[in-house]
C-alpha cells in the first residue's frame, strides 16, 4: 500500500454542497408550510381533492430535498468518526420526509368532523406518500470521508499499475469518472478537461471511479492482466 492519502474536499465541492443543502433545506420548509397549510385548511369532505393535491406536492417537495441532500452528502461527506452526527447528516431526508407527513397523517385519521370515507382515502393516501418520502430519503449506501479515503487509495494503486506508476488522470465536469487516456472517446472534443490525482478528482467531485474504456486500453497496450490488477480490487460503491 502506498502512503495514506486523506479525502477532503475542495473549497469548491463544500461551496456546491452548500448550495444544494441550501435548496434541500427551502424545499423542505415549502412541505413543511405546505402541510400546516393542508392540516389548518384541507382536512375536510368538502376540500378532499385540494388535500391530495398538497399531499402529491408536498411529496415532491420533499423528494426534491432529500436527493439534493444526498448529492450534496457526495461531494461533502461526513466522517464516521462522530456517530450521531454522521446518521443525521446522512439520513436527514429520511426525517424530514417522515416528519413533512406524519403531523397530517395524525390529524387526519383523529379528525372528528369528516366522514369515514374522506379519512379512508385521504388517510391512506398520506401514509403511502409518508412511507415513500420515508424510504426514498434513506441513504442505504451513506458516503463518508472514510469510505473516499479506502477508495482513493485503493483506485490509486489500480490506476498507477495501469499508467506506468504514474497517478494521473483525466476529467470533466459533468462525467462522474476519470480518465487515463486525456484522447479517450468519452472525453476527446470536450471544452474544459481537468487533470491531476486520482484523489484530486474525489476532492473536487466526490464519488469517481476509472473508466472502462481507459482501463480496457491501457490493459491491452501495456500487457496486464486481471490478474494483476485483481488483487488489489474490491467492490466499486454505487
Ligand atoms: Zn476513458
Redesign the pocket.
Known amino acids: 500500500m502506498s502512503t495514506e492519502k486523506k479525502f477532503v474536499a475542495s473549497p469548491e465541492s463544500k461551496a456546491k454542497a452548500k448550495q444544494l443543502r441550501l435548496f434541500a433545506i427551502l424545499a423542505w420548509l415549502v412541505a413543511m408550510a405546505g402541510q400546516i397549510f393542508a392540516i389548518f385548511k384541507l382536512i375536510s369532505d368538502e376540500m378532499l381533492t385540494y388535500l391530495i393535491i398538497a399531499i402529491v406536492v408536498i411529496l415532491i417537495l420533499a423528494l426534491v430535498g432529500s436527493t439534493l441532500w444526498k448529492k450534496a452528502n457526495r461531494l461533502d461527506p461526513a466522517s464516521e468518526k462522530d456517530k450521531v452526527k454522521f446518521f443525521i447528516q446522512n439520513q436527514l431526508g429520511a426525517i424530514m420526509g417522515v416528519l413533512a407527513f406524519l403531523p397530517l397523517v395524525i390529524l387526519i385519521l383523529t379528525n372528528k368532523d369528516v366522514s369515514g370515507k374522506t379519512k379512508g382515502i385521504a388517510g391512506t393516501i398520506a401514509v403511502i406518500a409518508m412511507l415513500v418520502a420515508g424510504i426514498a430519503g434513506i441513504d442505504f449506501d451513506p458516503p463518508s470521508i472514510e469510505k473516499y479515503t479506502e477508495q482513493i487509495n485503493e483506485q490509486t494503486d489500480v490506476v498507477k499499475k495501469l499508467n506506468f506508476d504514474n497517478d494521473n488522470v483525466y476529467w470533466t465536469k459533468a462525467g462522474n469518472?476519470y480518465?487515463?487516456?486525456d484522447d479517450?472517446?468519452?472525453?476527446r472534443g470536450r471544452d474544459e478537461i481537468n487533470n491531476g490525482s486520482v484523489k484530486t478528482s474525489w476532492d473536487e467531485k466526490g464519488i469517481s471511479e476509472l473508466?472502462?474504456?481507459?482501463q480496457n486500453?491501457a490493459m491491452r497496450d501495456r500487457n496486464i492482466s486481471e490478474e494483476d490488477l485483481k488483487v488489489l480490487e474490491t467492490p466499486m460503491t454505487e
Open positions: 469518472r480518465h487515463i487516456f479517450c472517446q468519452h472525453i473508466c472502462k474504456t481507459c486500453r
